[in-house]
């Protein structure tokens, strides 16, 4: 069992002391800073979309915010690697505080892919979109003629 507890609510109508009213704003600002919009959008799992047509497979995967130097494409044993490795560094100096931050951030996705022609595929990057075409390979032939000694 449990009890609801009434509290007063935030719009106005009570009056809380200007501490933590001071407190609450500060928080509030410091985490609406962009540095930290940047690196909290990367630290999510990366969507992506993966469509197939008769010659190749496109992924599309979203990356908003992130700067093409810090993206990471690896294929190897059959297995596309997605992935972004951001380092930031923000120094600042304002009447006698200094304000340091340091952070790193990385992200990865992976996905099994078969029948790829390693050597023509490409990847481009627009939007916040990373695009990387993965072309299919000529079928082997599965049959053969086979002499009689």
């Not at 002391?17 to 509030?28: K, L």
Request: charged share 35%; proline share 5%.
């Amino acid at each position: 069992m449990f009890d609801l507890i009434p509290r007063p609510r935030r719009n106005g109508i009570t009056r809380r002391n200007d501490w933590a009213t001071g407190v609450d704003r500060f928080f509030d600002e410091f985490f609406r800073d962009p540095f930290f919009d940047r690196l909290s959008s990367i630290s999510t799992p990366i969507k992506a979309d993966v469509k197939e047509t008769e010659k190749e497979y496109v992924v599309e995967a979203e990356m908003p915010g992130v700067n093409k130097e810090d993206i990471i494409i690896d294929l190897q044993d059959n297995v596309l690697t997605l992935g972004v490795d951001i380092k930031q560094e923000k120094n600042e100096e304002n009447d006698g505080y200094i304000y340091k931050e340091r952070q790193s951030s990385s992200c990865r996705r992976s996905f099994n892919v078969y029948n790829i022609d390693s050597d023509n595929v490409k990847a481009s990057y627009k939007d916040g979109i990373l695009s990387v075409i993965l072309p299919k390979a000529e079928p082997e032939q599965k049959s053969r003629k086979i002499e009689i000694e």
